[in-house]
């Protein structure tokens, strides 16, 4: 089951991920391999990504952002990411894209998460 952000009052909607394409769970799978370099949990279930979309074609196109704008790994982790999701069978092309529209909250985390830094 994916776990899409809520939207924020104002905040521009973010598109559905295609959960329901046979590449879905292990680009996810994929993503979960990528760590925050200062938070020591998945991105995935950090709730960074906001939508994983693939094309009939198995074009992936991601969306996501990070906790902070000022991230010093914000130039790297989109490639990161990339690179994460490349070697799986099938894909064709892998496009990450950040954006700060809604706003990272710590309300975005699995709950997993939150049990790994003691939230819960």
């Not at 938070?39 to 995935?44: A, E, G, L, M, T």
């Not at 990411?81 to 099938?90: D, K």
Request: aromatic letters at 6%; charged letters at 20%; one cysteine or more.
């Amino acid at each position: 089951m994916t776990q899409q952000p809520e939207p924020l009052e104002g905040a521009p909607l973010i598109a559905p991920s295609s959960t329901d394409h046979p590449l879905y769970d292990q680009i996810v799978e994929a993503c979960r391999s990528v760590y925050d370099p200062e938070i020591p949990v998945n991105i995935y279930d950090l709730g960074l990504i906001y939508t994983i979309d693939i094309t009939p074609q198995n074009e992936v196109s991601v969306i996501m952002t990070l906790t902070a704008p000022g991230c010093p790994v914000a130039g790297e982790m989109p490639g990161w990411v990339a690179e994460a999701i490349e070697p799986l069978a099938g894909v064709k092309q892998v496009d990450v894209d950040l954006t700060w529209e809604p706003p990272w909250g710590m309300d975005m985390m699995s709950d997993e998460a939150r049990l790994e830094l003691g939230f819960m």
